[in-house]
């Protein structure tokens, strides 16, 4: 049985990877991302997401920014921790091309 999920997510290292698993397995039909802040700031959340599914060949999937930050407290980020990305590959050069599926929630 073929499971529709939508993966909401705060991409840094391990949301990147559970992202990657969830898209290779056959038995999860990924609708959708949504992104919020976490491991950095939304903006770089959503263009971590974007750059997997880009590098994944994946520009059918739906992307959207989720909340700036959370509901009950301000915004805590750790570039220490995570980089200042919060990407895996913070030092490769992978462009974001054209995902036209990308919008912004409110």
Known sequence: MIHPIICDCDPGHDDAIALILALSRKELDVKAVT???????????LNNA???????????????AGAIKPLARELIIAPSVHGESASMAQNCRIQVLQHHHSMALS
């Open 50 to 64: 974007l750059r997997i599914l880009t590098l994944l060949n994946r520009s059918d999937i739906e992307v959207a």
């Open 35 to 45: 992104t919020s802040a976490g491991n950095q700031t939304p903006d770089k959340t």
